[in-house]
């Protein structure tokens, strides 16, 4: 009997010592990876530990880690539902890539901006508002009705009348009434903001409408949207609008919706300024296209509206109170107020409910949103403060073994904040997940337990892989990244003087105190700050209008897959002349979206095959073999070219071919010379924009805008997606545009761009309520002297001072 008990423990210690079947799945497999520019490239991930993935700016980071690892995860976890729910979600095709093994779950945390729709704010993204909505529906006091009585989306609706109820095979009619209470404003339908329409920016009362005296955007003389206005009959489309009768004015203004037949067609004629209101002013303004947003600040004035207040609420909504205050108080408080007012609410009807609320509100301020308040509109959220308003689902949940891959969780972070980040990253890691993270800042690669770096060069030049290992591995490398990690931007010996100074005075904008700074002009200014310090609202929201200023943001570029650099310069249309010219035909000939297009495939180069819920099928079109023109256009030649070869050429080939010779084009040169010197060289003229970075989507609207005229450009953190080594490029960019006569202002967090500044106007001290003041202005070497700032520690530690 003891034999027998001896040999059983024997034979489980033997066991013990074997690893279980199951537990040797701890890495991620990738072999013979095409995505985009990757070129067949393989490796192996280690599982529950946190990869950081590095390289230049377009070296194929994003192709490999979202396009190929998390895109296949995402498929696959699609392809468990039912053919019905497909049906509804997006399509996803297979990655170009051999084999993928030992994926788990990927959850995306990416830099999109949150959704710019007007009627989005920071509590309905997050669901916060929908918790808070169903609390004060419950122990509010007077109790006014459901949950979306407390909801600016929902109007309140009454009506009555006849019903036809079939019952038992008989048709009966029955009166019924309804009433659905909702909290939206009457007066700004749940806005906030009403709108006051200059007429004189709309049209030019001289003339007649067949003369084309609309001037709003698209409303061109010979277009629909004018023709339904001329071929109505309730005006003479002849008469100059000044000679409009009363009643004609009201119709051509005002006029309810309406059928009428123009020509053989029905259609539904409305006064201009209800059109224009639903067309262009529901829109978000930061959403839209940069010349209707010209229109629109020209024509429009926002105000508050004067009935809610710009709570978007109605009375209803805001008369009801929990503890002694409304829901309309309640989102306009900072986050980390709300959450010590939550805190204090002991009410177990709710216990729930408050615990789930409490937790949501906690997580906003371990992330570093605490700043921030519910009625925040989404759209004014930087890429930063948008990924991190992701993250806060993902803080508190009891899942492991997922993937969390994130796109440069760094931007908009201060070196301060970007600790607070590395905590919350190896806290995922620690609960057993994977964390696979797309990052440049040195601060962020030091807590990698395995490093990926990408190169050699962007776009056809990178795609491989030149380094995997440890990050003490990766510094002593010979690869880009190695040999730039311990770079430092020294301060500068000498800065310059001010050429004059651009005054801002009693800036209230969020939450600055009334702030008063004089910005010197023909310096490179640098505006810094903890996140949420308000450095956005001095610059962009502060500024004396029609000061000069060029503004270019992180805003995501509008574009469709037939856009590409070419076109969005506008460096397409010079190169279409100098065909058409060379040639002796018409200038349309040479677009793929008009009579050039091969009519295949429409000028979209592929054909794409619907396949219900499963994933769309692209293949070349076999009659013009992808180049997207009719064969005959092909045949046109400038300098030895044909138009499509022209569009598969890199900025760098391109700028030395429209140069000189038979193709000297000055007007596409010196767009193509401003790609270049924002280090844009890499790209082909006819790469979709679909397909590019964050920082080759920023660098692309600076080269774009780099020819307005204006001589103050205002940056915000154009070192986002930027390498090390292109950081430095960045700086000789500003430095040119200094001394060429410009002035330079740029919101940034990288300490080598504050080293290299002439002025630097810090604010803080804190985010929120404890920011909005100006905590430093003057010289780098100042500010690291007297390190009185929380940057002025940080930049010291940087310069090694």
Known sequence: MGRHRVSIATETSNNAAETHPADRHDLIRVQGARVNNLKDISLVLPKRRLTVFTGLSGSGKSSLVFGTIAAESQRMINETYSAFVQGFMPNLARPDVDVLEGLTTAIIVDQERMGANSRSTVGTATDVNAMLRIIFSRLGQPHVGSPQAFSFNVASISGAGAVTVERGGRTTKERRDFEITGGMCPRCEGMGTVNDIDRTQLYDESKSLSQGALTIPGYTADGWGVKIYSGSGFFDPDKPIRD??????????????????????????????????????????EAMQPHIRAFVDR????????????????????????????IAEACAMQISDLAAWVRKLDEPSVAPLLVALQETLDSFVTIGLGYLSLDRPAGTLSGGEAQRTKMIRHLGSS????????????????????????????????????????????????????????????????????????????????????????????????VRKPTGVLP????????????????????????????????????HGSLPANSGVVSIDQGAIRGSRRSNPATYTGMLEPIRKAFAKANGVKPALFSSNSEGACPNCNGAGVIYTDLGMMATVESPCEVCEGKRFQASVLEYRLGGRAISEVLGMSVLEAEDFFRSGDARTPAAH???????????????????LTTLSGGERQRLK?????????????????????????????LGLMDRLVESGKSVIVVEHHQAVMA???????????????????????TPADLVAQRSTVTGEHLAAYVGA
């Open 299 to 326: 024509a429009v004035t926002f105000t508050v509206c004067p009935e809610c207040n710009g709570t978007r609420l109605n009375e209803g909504a805001r008369s009801s109170r929990v503890a002694g205050i409304n």
């Open 504 to 539: 801002v005075r009693s800036a209230t904008k969020h939450n600055l105190k009334g702030v008063d700074v004089d910005i010197p002009l023909g310096l490179l200014v640098v505006v810094t700050g903890v996140a949420g310090s308000g450095k956005s609202s001095l610059v």
């Open 399 to 494: 899942l492991t073994d997922v993937t969390y891959v994130f796109d440069e969780p760094s931007i908009g972070l201060h070196p301060h904040d970007i600790q607070r980040m590395n905590e919350l990253l190896l806290r995922l890691r620690d609960k057993g997940n994977t964390v696979l993270v797309v990052e440049h800042k040195p601060e962020m690669i030091a807590i990698a337990d395995h490093v990926v770096d990408l190169g050699p060069g962007a776009g056809t030049t990178g795609g491989t892989i030149c380094f995997e290992g440890t990050l003490d591995a990766l510094r002593e490398s010979d690869t880009l990244t190695g040999r730039h990690l311990a770079d430092r931007v020294a301060l500068k010996s000498a």
């Open 670 to 688: 010196v767009v193509l010379e401003r790609l270049v010197d924002v280090g844009l060289g890499y790209l082909s003229l006819g790469q979709p």
């Open 756 to 778: 290299h500044a002439d002025w630097i106007i810090d604010l803080g001290p804190g985010a929120g309520h404890d920011g909005g003041r100006i905590v430093f202005e003057g």
């Open 244 to 285: 409009f009768s009363k009643r004609e004015l009201d119709d051509f203004l005002y006029k309810e919706p309406v059928k009428v037949k123009i020509g053989d067609i029905n259609m539904t004629y409305e006064g201009l300024i209800p059109r224009i209101q639903k067309s262009l002013l529901s829109k978000d303004r």
């Open 702 to 730: 600076l080269a774009t805008q780099m020819g307005e005229k204006g001589g103050i450009y205002v940056l915000d953190e154009p070192t986002t997606g930027l390498h090390l080594a292109d950081v430095e490029n960045l």
